[in-house]
């Protein structure tokens, strides 16, 4: 097996109405009171035109919008690249949605376009059907961002050859609570993959 | 590269509480699916595959006096114990431990308090029991997770994070899933027919199992049994129907293969996912056609255990496992006539046949497939 040096070439995070990109702030909102739209004014200004956007649970919009932030001034995005992702909520959110249409069974009315949203891995098929990744994907629920496992795992997937490149991160949303952080890793960067470094970006 | 062995396993359904009674059970093409009438998971009866919660209790009792666990706790707690209690040799708290899980303890999010509904929570629990100094990561991948969670136990044993890794796997059969899956018009009103040309769609089945993967191959004590080739595909296509021409299946197949180093004419038996769905068995039937498969015997176990989403590919392992060191294979309960559009060559009776190597695929939700390739080592 070949061990190679990684770098996080290109980070990001969403917070707190803000959208930041290699540390810097891209985006801040301070009129929308709620995620839904939030997620819409970000975006509008990443410009974006995909429709399909409007039909994604809130999860899988801000795991959509941070790629699409981690992926500006890329040219191409390699068939290879993995999506390993992970959060604390799973797809609760949706879940309760989905359970509130099921609560009463006299008023019962489950939809399979909610239904589908009850799985957290949905996040990683939205992003590999709009970039044409037919890469590996897994998601973790860990309890808080476990830098050293998702750099690990991250490694194994670069050193057996099964990813060129992994996008790794944390899209969580949990009672309208977000939290998403993405890292592009690859052989190219400056800042070289470690748990240490990945965990300051995070905590940025 | 180290070679990764399926050393020991336990299989926690209504087909039996051990992996052997499971095993006698298949020999009998005995089906855990039957017409179930409990108003807590459905208003109107139903077929599905539910573990008795009686015998539950009664199998629990033997482990634990404490009965303030889930249905699905003492399922999992229940099949890592067996598991230990088997295999004297095997020290949890030195392992790696994956849990594969879909939707967890998602009754809960019926009561007042939802702690228990957070995915993370069953780790814990898990933790806590067996009292582990590290705490178990959770995968939850949709439907292929138990088969990629038994890929990502080999990696990290390769990667040489551990020696041994336990994965542990588990799902209900939840008035959550159910309705969901009615609201897709995808249940069967009858038990399934997986590849049939008369299928309808999916049952639903609730399980919990667990493997013990090691490098060391003093821990094998039958027949040596290793995943020697994994991989992971996204169809990159659709969230929730699976791709015309099969490409994340097809992928997966393929670079398995590459990793086992294997034609795909040295496959001898496919143990596929095969829901029942439509869409789904034909998915496949395109995807093993793409890859010269088409002749290999092949069947689904959804027939006898229905689809017990996270431990499903587990489970299949499992079996896989020890159809390899029987050299028997399964009829795919439930098939008639074949209702794909391209030939596959469907098990249609019990017998017993030499075997050396198996494929075990899983496709989901998400556009998300698996692909193991798990063989027997030729003395």
Redesign the interface.
Known sequence: ?IKEKYYISDYCAIRDKKVFKNGDELYIDSESDNLKDFAKGVYKFLELKYPKFHKMDELCKLGFLASEVLFRDREKIDQDTA?VLSN???S?DT??K??T???D?ED?Y???AV??Y?????I???I??R?????????????SF?AD?MS??S???M??G?ASDVICGWVDLDNDKYDVFLAFLSKKGKKELTKEELNNLYNQ | ?KKVYLVADNIISPLGFSTEENIENLRLNQTGIKKVDDDYIW?EPFFGAVINNDKLSTAWKIVSNDSGYTKLEKMMLLSVSKLLSENSSLDINKCGVVIST???N?NN??GHS?EK????SI??TIQHYFKLDH?P??????CISGG?ALA?GK??I??E?FEDVVVIGGDLLS??TL??????QAVSTAPCKPFCKNRTGISLGEAAASAWLSSNKENVTEEAISISGD??????????GPSRTG??LY?SIK?ALKEAGVKSNQIDYITAHGTATPYNDEMEAIAFNRAGMQSVPINSLKGYYGHTLGASALIESIIARHCLINNELFASLGFEELGVSESINVIAKNHKKELTRVLKTAS?????NVALVIEKEVL
């Open positions: 097996m999506l604390r909520s799973s609760l879940d309760r989905h359970q249409s099921i609560m069974r019962f489950p939809s399979p239904f589908v009850t799985l957290p891995n949905i990683m098929g939205e590999s059907i970039n044409k990744m037919k890469s590996e994907n897994a998601f973790f629920v860990t309890e476990d496992f690990k795992y490694e194994i997937l050193n057996t099964k | 590269m208003s879909t939707k967890g998602i999010l019926r939802d509904a957070y995915l993370a780790s814990k705490t990561v959770i995968l939850s991948n949709a990629l990502i990696r990290m390769q990667s994070i008035e959550f309705s969901g899956f009615f609201s897709f991989a992971s595909a996204n169809d990159a296509n659709h969230i929730s490409e994340g992928i670079r989901g939700f998400g556009g998300c």
